[in-house]
């Protein structure tokens, strides 16, 4: 697959970097960039144990740091790119945010968004899901057999 600079490809690859340096941090892998006007505009990867912060998942981060590079809200115009689907707690933020597009990787099955409401977004919110999704469930497949076998 050829990659060019602003597919959802490539921006997913800079999400999966991110994810990369959660794992090195003993944080869950899950890596986020927002783009804006083919620019990534933040990034960042789930923090919670960092920060002592449920809260501090990719995609909140994400977003906190994106809306204050804008001065708004509102996302309408950005796009998402997330290594594992969000959870409910961030489909809300996301919902909330009015986000334009979600690029998510792989699938959590257990605690995503589409398992508890697919309707949990913004109604305006163009969702992709796939790229790269078996790498990036792996990522987090191999991180907590990590855990499992300590």
Known sequence: MALTIHSDEHYMREALKQAAIAAEQGEIPVGAVVVANNTIIAR??????ALGDP?????????????????TKYLS??????TLEPCGMCAGALYWSQLG???YAAADDKRGFMTINPAMLHPKTKI?????????????TTFFKRLRDK
């Open 77 to 82: 115009d950005c796009s998402l790119y997330v």
């Open 128 to 140: 992709v899901r796939g790229p790269f999704a078996e790498e990036a469930g792996q990522i987090v």
């Open 101 to 103: 597009k979600l690029v």
């Open 44 to 49: 960042a990867y789930n923090q919670t144990e």
């Open 55 to 71: 809260t501090a998942h990719a995609e909140m981060l994400a977003l906190t740091s994106a809306t204050n590079f804008l001065g």
